[in-house]
T-cell receptor, first 113, second 113 residues
């Protein structure tokens, strides 16, 4: 079955450490996205990529970095520069055609100790 | 600026009908989405409206009025499993970005016996 796989599902990190969240899709979608979800707030866009080897900053990119070396993969690194990294992180992908709805992964919950 | 408003919480009774409203002010308009999200899980796509009117899909219907910047999600014959957050998201025209969505904060629906 096609879908989006995020790992790990739960992650604990000490302050000052970088951590990388994995996102892999086998839907053959061109576009991929990273969102952050906090209680009482809507999903906020961190980074997005419309094609391989290209990505753009979203609304809250500071303290994060991404790469898009393969169509299937869009890893997110949460760096020590991110001041409030504890959150639920969602990866998504979409087709260029049709309604373009987002297909989401199961999410990664990051807790900074 | 971009703004999407939804009620924070709603309560309804099993078997009843509930309407969840969403108003938006965005830079351009290129479609409105509704997603369902159970606690700790990924959002799943429910409906898409790009033209004015009602889209019906089983127990769920979604309505759009572009002139009023208004949409609603109608859930009929409520079931306990419908207890979840319902996210309204608008796709606008953001500098050529494809499928970039702005999300509301979500409406937490509690279905009671």
């Amino acid at each position: 079955d096609g879908g989006i796989t995020q790992s790990p599902k739960y992650l604990f990190r000490k302050e000052g450490q970088n951590v990388t969240l994995s996102c892999e899709q086998n839907l053959n979608h061109d576009a991929m996205y990273w969102y952050r979800q906090d209680p009482g707030q809507g999903l906020r866009l961190i980074y997005y990529s419309q094609i391989v080897n290209d990505f753009q900053k979203g609304d809250i990119a500071e303290g994060y970095s991404v790469s898009r070396e393969k169509k299937e993969s869009f890893p997110l690194t949460v760096t020590s520069a991110q001041k409030n990294p504890t959150a639920f992180y969602l990866c998504a992908s979409s087709r260029k055609t049709g309604t373009g709805e987002l297909f989401f992964g199961e999410g990664s919950r990051l807790t900074v100790l | 600026g971009q703004n999407i408003d939804q009620p924070t919480e709603m309560t309804a009774t099993e078997g009843a009908i509930v309407q969840i409203n969403c108003t938006y002010q965005t830079s351009g308009f290129n479609g409105l989405f509704w997603y369902q999200q159970h606690a700790g899980e990924a959002p799943t796509f429910l409906s898409y409206n790009v033209l004015d009117g009602l889209e019906e899909k089983g127990r769920f219907s979604s309505f759009l009025s572009r002139s009023k910047g208004y949409s609603y999600l109608l859930l009929k014959e409520l079931q306990m499993k419908d207890s979840a957050s319902y996210l309204c998201a608008v796709r606008g025209n953001y500098g050529g970005a494809t499928n970039k969505l702005i999300f509301g904060t979500g409406t937490l629906l509690a279905v009671q016996p």
